[in-house]
């Protein structure tokens, strides 16, 4: 009942119609932290170096127009760290550009994404009494919009979830977020959670989510800077297929001793899956578990949402390096040694078969470069592989490479996303130079963001093709040209540079789809498993 | 195992309009009393932290209109209460005379699981008013009528002078966690794999 195999994820009827005149103007700072903005290998140096973008405010004095944090004192971003100091009283709560609230529907606070929950028991009520106003009149609130601020409401009874925001984004992208953020809640607790208060409405739910700030504050990141969070689809990382074929063989053979599920994955890019006959994983729930996961060994209960809401799985996860990690789901509660001798043998046949160094190899050479865009018909051969091979740091070519540097593309192409709709999967190039910085990047996402929501709208779409010039697309001078491509086998987002040609940029795209399609056996795990997604 | 942990108690104060409820909820939490009034549109909330044998409580105080256009407010508003506060007048026989009904409507509306012994509080207030002399609520009635519902504790209060104020919200701390449920153990279903797929076991089927 939970194989959950949905392309196209069913959207509510949209209010809200993305016009592309997103004013959006951010002060952000960047702050040092754990959680590696993907800003993908295009520049070598963002491998060590991981910057956090915090949304703040911009009318807090403190903070400069260009992003620069002027009064940086406090600026060490700690994972988890939720100004536990403020409550609704404070001028810094009431300047945060996104909150989040998890609340029962008695009106007690359950998590707050800053402040103290205790002391925002004032505001958790009126949160409620909102709801439950419009609820006794027969009728549902979806959101309210007040001034620059939307504030969006999901209720899963008894529980009841709110993003109050200024960020611009549409509601479509706001409600996921917060369907997120239950789903991660289910993931941590099951939907199990309900019987307690169905025994006892007063039940305060808190104590089961201590000690996952961390986690939760890594799903909001998550918001800013994985297109996985509102494609609805996972991605791969780029490997020979001859690799993948490899690893994928080793995770079958675990998959037959009664293994639910395997995954060799790299960050949050999936390496190989394999699940047991008729299991099926969907994305989302890969998303969540991937943001679960700490490094190093454990073995925790864990709760799938899209698989069985009720409960829990056993999760055997081991890394075998900083990135690349693989996990064991069972149903059983006693089979971390037998997981353990899984592992074991993984490891072996992974070493063995260079699988691991692949992997490696891959992660510093990075996938997908629009600078490399092939030109058609092409006589290269046509693996990723060959194009990418490192080159010599001073030879003649790598000069020529340097020319190029601000340009990005053919055509002024800077990015795209490229989505297969049969494989629930999808690719996204690396950054080229113009849209290096992360605040470009959140904005470019931010702005695929949109622009996912207004084809799939129900009122004006679904469109086709959407070609759209991002007028103010921000307070400083980044202006870009997104081309948006539906068909029934796949979605192509593309970004430009702002004088980019209409038609140019569409022959540009046929040829992105050309090449994908070309090294579709490198950037797409092609299942060869028994999944059904 | 938890005993040591924050609680958070929902607090709900109910009475006639003009009784002095948004008054006493100032008074405990802010310690400010203005003479003039002004009807509550609704309701209000407040938080107040307090410490009590050794324990801190955050009371979320749910301050409601007494106006009978307000009276609908429902179920989802008294759910989930730890806590209800009844206050009269003690110079108005009628809001006295609807305590009765405030106290039924709330146990309609909140379907607490053991109604019998609902923390309920009893607030006489105002009993500053004209030095006394125009009191028509005597302690000896009110108290009657708290015995006749379970013990329910009565507390005669001034939000003008704060008397009682404190004690009362004590009161109602101390109540809530005596009604405090026993902890239970958390066990949610595991999935049997080898019967039926996706089919939950029974973990917990209490």
Same mark, same amino acid.
């Given at each position: 009942?939970?194989?959950?195999?949905?392309?196209?994820?069913?959207?509510?009827?949209?209010?809200?119609?993305?016009?592309?005149?997103?004013?959006?103007?951010?002060?952000?700072?960047?702050?040092?932290?754990?959680?590696?903005?993907?800003?993908?290998?295009?520049?070598?140096?963002?491998?060590?170096?991981?910057?956090?973008?915090?949304?703040?405010?911009?009318?807090?004095?403190?903070?400069?127009?260009?992003?620069?944090?002027?009064?940086?004192?406090?600026?060490?971003?700690?994972?988890?760290?939720?100004?536990?100091?403020?409550?609704?009283?404070?001028?810094?709560?009431?300047?945060?550009?996104?909150?989040?609230?998890?609340?029962?529907?008695?009106?007690?606070?359950?998590?707050?994404?800053?402040?103290?929950?205790?002391?925002?028991?004032?505001?958790?009520?009126?949160?409620?009494?909102?709801?439950?106003?419009?609820?006794?009149?027969?009728?549902?609130?979806?959101?309210?919009?007040?001034?620059?601020?939307?504030?969006?409401?999901?209720?899963?009874?008894?529980?009841?979830?709110?993003?109050?925001?200024?960020?611009?984004?549409?509601?479509?992208?706001?409600?996921?977020?917060?369907?997120?953020?239950?789903?991660?809640?289910?993931?941590?607790?099951?939907?199990?959670?309900?019987?307690?208060?169905?025994?006892?409405?007063?039940?305060?739910?808190?104590?089961?989510?201590?000690?996952?700030?961390?986690?939760?504050? &890594?799903?909001?990141?998550?918001?800013?800077? $994985? *297109?996985?969070? !509102? +494609? #609805? @689809? /996972?991605?791969?990382?780029?490997?020979?297929?001859?690799?993948?074929?490899?690893?994928?063989?080793?995770?079958?053979?675990?998959?037959?001793?009664?293994?639910?599920?395997?995954?060799?994955?790299?960050?949050?890019?999936?390496?190989?899956?394999?699940?047991?006959?008729?299991?099926?994983?969907?994305?989302?729930?890969?998303?969540?578990?991937?943001?679960?996961?700490?490094?190093?060994?454990?073995? &925790?209960?864990?709760?799938?949402?899209?698989? $069985? *809401?009720?409960? !829990? +799985? #056993? @999760? /055997?996860?081991?890394?075998?390096?900083?990135?690349?990690?693989?996990?064991?789901?069972?149903?059983?509660?006693?089979?971390?040694?037998?997981?353990?001798?899984?592992?074991?043998?993984?490891?072996?046949?992974?070493?063995?078969?260079?699988?691991?160094?692949?992997?490696?190899?891959?992660?510093?050479?990075?996938?997908?470069?629009?600078?490399?865009?092939?030109?058609?018909?092409?006589?290269?051969?046509?693996?990723?592989?060959?194009?990418?091979?490192?080159?010599?740091?001073?030879?003649?070519?790598?000069?020529?490479?340097?020319?190029?540097?601000?340009?990005?593309?053919?055509?002024?192409?800077?990015?795209?996303?490229?989505?297969?709709?049969?494989?629930?999967?999808?690719?996204?190039?690396?950054?080229?130079?113009?849209?290096?910085?992360?605040?470009?990047?959140?904005?470019?996402?931010?702005?695929?963001?949109?622009?996912?929501?207004?084809?799939?709208?129900?009122?004006?779409?679904?469109?086709?093709?959407?070609?759209?010039?991002?007028?103010?697309?921000?307070?400083?001078?980044?202006?870009?040209?997104?081309?948006?491509?539906?068909?029934?086998?796949?979605?192509?987002?593309?970004?430009?540079?702002?004088?980019?040609?209409?038609?140019?940029?569409?022959?540009?795209?046929?040829?992105?789809?050309?090449?994908?399609?070309?090294?579709?056996?490198?950037?797409?795990?092609?299942?060869?498993?028994?999944?059904?997604? | 195992?938890?005993?040591?942990?924050?609680?958070?108690?929902?607090?709900?104060?109910?009475?006639?309009?003009?009784?002095?409820?948004?008054?006493?909820?100032?008074?405990?939490?802010?310690?400010?009393?203005?003479?003039?009034?002004?009807?509550?549109?609704?309701?209000?909330?407040?938080?107040?932290?307090?410490?009590?044998?050794?324990?801190?409580?955050?009371?979320?105080?749910?301050?409601?209109?007494?106006?009978?256009?307000?009276?609908?407010?429902?179920?989802?508003?008294?759910?989930?209460?730890?806590?209800?506060?009844?206050?009269?007048?003690?110079?108005?026989?009628?809001?006295?005379?609807?305590?009765?009904?405030?106290?039924?409507?709330?146990?309609?509306?909140?379907?607490?699981?053991?109604?019998?012994?609902?923390?309920?509080?009893?607030?006489?207030?105002?009993?500053?008013?004209?030095?006394?002399?125009?009191?028509?609520?005597?302690?000896?009635?009110?108290?009657?009528?708290?015995?006749?519902?379970?013990?329910?504790?009565?507390?005669?209060?001034?939000?003008?002078?704060?008397?009682?104020?404190?004690?009362?919200?004590?009161?109602?701390?101390?109540?809530?966690?005596?009604?405090?449920?026993?902890?239970?153990?958390?066990?949610?279903?595991?999935?049997?794999?080898?019967?039926?797929?996706?089919?939950?076991?029974?973990?917990?089927?209490?």
């Amino acid at each position: 009942m939970q194989s959950v195999s949905n392309h196209y994820y069913q959207h509510q009827p949209v209010t809200e119609v993305g016009n592309g005149s997103s004013t959006e103007i951010e002060s952000e700072r960047l702050i040092n932290s754990k959680y590696a903005g993907e800003n993908g290998g295009a520049s070598a140096t963002s491998v060590s170096g991981a910057d956090y973008v915090q949304e703040f405010s911009n009318n807090s004095s403190s903070v400069a127009e260009d992003g620069v944090l002027l009064g940086s004192a406090k600026s060490q971003w700690v994972p988890g760290n939720r100004h536990v100091d403020e409550d609704d009283a404070s001028v810094s709560w009431r300047e945060r550009k996104k909150h989040f609230f998890v609340l029962s529907d008695s009106g007690k606070p359950i998590y707050s994404r800053y402040g103290d929950e205790h002391k925002l028991a004032g505001f958790s009520a009126t949160l409620q009494a909102i709801i439950s106003f419009v609820e006794n009149g027969g009728d549902r609130v979806k959101f309210v919009r007040a001034g620059k601020h939307q504030v969006v409401f999901l209720v899963k009874e008894p529980i009841y979830l709110v993003c109050i925001s200024c960020t611009e984004e549409p509601y479509e992208s706001l409600r996921r977020q917060l369907e997120f953020l239950y789903g991660q809640m289910i993931l941590i607790l099951t939907k199990s959670v309900n019987r307690c208060f169905q025994k006892n409405s007063k039940f305060d739910m808190r104590p089961l989510l201590g000690g996952t700030d961390v986690v939760f504050s &890594s799903l909001f990141h998550t918001f800013s800077w $994985n *297109p996985a969070s !509102f +494609l #609805h @689809a /996972y991605t791969c990382l780029p490997l020979p297929y001859a690799t993948r074929q490899a690893a994928g063989a080793i995770l079958q053979d675990v998959a037959d001793s009664g293994v639910l599920f395997t995954m060799l994955m790299c960050k949050y890019k999936v390496v190989s899956l394999v699940g047991a006959q008729k299991a099926s994983l969907h994305p989302d729930d890969l998303l969540l578990l991937a943001n679960f996961i700490m490094t190093s060994e454990s073995f &925790s209960p864990i709760c799938l949402p899209r698989y $069985n *809401p009720m409960a !829990f +799985l #056993h @999760a /055997y996860v081991h890394y075998f390096d900083v990135n690349t990690y693989l996990v064991l789901l069972t149903s059983s509660a006693d089979a971390f040694f037998h997981l353990k001798d899984c592992r074991i043998l993984i490891e072996k046949v992974l070493l063995k078969s260079d699988v691991l160094s692949e992997i490696q190899r891959s992660l510093l050479q990075g996938g997908l470069r629009v600078e490399n865009l092939p030109v058609y018909p092409s006589t290269r051969p046509t693996s990723l592989f060959h194009l990418n091979e490192p080159r010599l740091v001073t030879g003649p070519q790598e000069r020529l490479q340097e020319a190029f540097v601000g340009i990005g593309g053919p055509a002024g192409l800077w990015h795209f996303i490229y989505r297969n709709m049969y494989l629930d999967q999808y690719v996204s190039s690396e950054f080229s130079s113009p849209i290096a910085g992360h605040q470009q990047q959140k904005r470019l996402y931010r702005a695929y963001q949109k622009l996912y929501a207004s084809m799939h709208d129900k009122g004006t779409g679904p469109h086709k093709t959407q070609f759209k010039r991002n007028e103010n697309y921000a307070f400083s001078v980044v202006i870009t040209v997104l081309l948006c491509w539906v068909t029934q086998d796949f979605e192509l987002y593309a970004a430009f540079d702002p004088l980019a040609d209409k038609g140019l940029a569409i022959r540009t795209c046929n040829r992105v789809c050309q090449w994908v399609k070309d090294v579709e056996n490198e950037i797409f795990f092609m299942g060869g498993s028994p999944f059904v997604w | 195992m938890a005993s040591r942990r924050r609680m958070l108690l929902k607090v709900i104060i109910l009475g006639d309009s003009g009784v002095g409820k948004t008054s006493l909820m100032n008074q405990y939490v802010n310690r400010k009393f203005s003479n003039q009034y002004k009807a509550t549109i609704g309701a209000d909330f407040l938080t107040k932290e307090v410490q009590f044998e050794d324990r801190l409580f955050t009371l979320q105080i749910w301050d409601t209109a007494g106006q009978e256009r307000f009276q609908s407010l429902g179920v989802a508003f008294y759910r989930g209460a730890d806590c209800c506060v009844l206050v009269h007048d003690v110079n108005v026989m009628k809001s006295f005379d609807s305590l009765n009904n405030w106290r039924e409507e709330f146990l309609i509306q909140a379907s607490p699981a053991d109604p019998e012994n609902f923390p309920f509080v009893v607030l006489g207030n105002k009993v500053d008013v004209d030095g006394g002399n125009s009191r028509v609520v005597s302690e000896k009635k009110a108290k009657a009528w708290c015995a006749s519902k379970g013990n329910i504790p009565y507390f005669e209060t001034s939000a003008k002078e704060g008397l009682n104020v404190e004690a009362a919200f004590e009161c109602i701390a101390r109540n809530a966690l005596k009604n405090e449920p026993e902890e239970e153990i958390y066990l949610p279903d595991t999935i049997d794999v080898a019967n039926a797929r996706q089919q939950k076991s029974s973990g917990c089927e209490c």
